[in-house]
């Protein structure tokens, strides 16, 4: 009596059973293409900016009541100290109001670009879906250096509203070259997203930390303040020294093109100096709580 011999489906005539479906591999090992023949591209960075930059956009026009807050909650606690200091400091306080609203208008984008990082990172670990950023072809770490790219222009455009109605508020007027402003602005904010890359990276490893690193926006007061301190190593410092240029760029009129070379030399190395360290303490911190098993725990 004969084996029963294995069941096998319809082949194409050669012995091999044909690719069921336009996304199974052709019998050549080339890539298929989709129903209609085409073979689909590749997304790459540029789709992916588009993309988290839409996403910012849908947040802003779906739920106003929350940017309209964040506005009004600024512009309060600038309303309390002009008008409080106005009334404890007098012409003290009138004679360095320019030094203040160039202070106040980058500590509004300090702050903005900080908690971009830092707190969406930290809901996505408490959402759960930490993971899944992990697992797309970008990589976790450039969707997220992206999305704080995204949330910055968003908070540039509220920050610029708030400097308008706190320059009519207290009758000052700013020199505001858009080149020279956007672009020593731009670079002193890069050194807080590196800052916020870190504190994303101990969020990942050690979960609930969040009153710790909300301090850290606090202590941006003292970062903006330590030009008037006059200290060379301050320089160093995360803002410091673009907090120095926005100063003489906002309030003395001073081109970009008339800051000294090592000016702007130093500019540019605190930025890729802080933001390059923050991206390393943040896969170091992703890397290790990828081995403890903790990645997706909360």
Sequence with gaps: ????????????????????????????????????????????????????????????????????????????????????????????????????IVGYFLWTLSVGAYSSMSNDIGSEVQWGTLERHVMTPFGFAPVA?????AKLVRTFLTSVFILAVMLVMTGTTLSLNVVTVVTVAALTIVSVLGLGFA???????????????????????????????????????????GSALLQRAMVDGTRLWEFSLPDIALLVGVAAGYLAGGYLVFQLATRRARRLGVLGDY
Excluded: C
Aim: no cysteine; charged share 15%; net charge positive.
């Design 145 to 149: 250096l992206l999305k704080g790219a």
């Design 199 to 241: 504190a994303g990276g101990i969020t990942v490893l050690y979960k609930r930390v969040g009153n710790w690193l909300n301090l850290l926006q606090f202590g941006f007061i003292v970062l903006i303040s330590a030009p008037a301190l006059d200290l060379g190593w301050a320089r160093l410092l995360p803002l410091a020294h």
């Design 1 to 100: 009596m004969s084996a029963d011999k294995p069941k096998t489906g319809p082949t194409d005539g050669s012995g091999t059973p044909p690719a069921d479906g336009p996304d199974a591999a052709s019998v050549d090992g080339s890539v298929p293409g989709t129903a209609d023949g085409t073979t689909p591209r590749r997304a790459g960075y540029r789709h992916l900016m588009r993309a988290v930059l839409y996403r910012e956009y849908l947040v802003f026009v779906r739920y106003p009541a929350n940017a309209v807050g964040g506005i009004v909650v600024a512009l309060f606690f600038f309303g309390l100290l002009f008008y409080g200091g106005r009334m404890l400091a007098g012409q003290a306080l009138t004679d360095s109001i320019e030094g203040i």
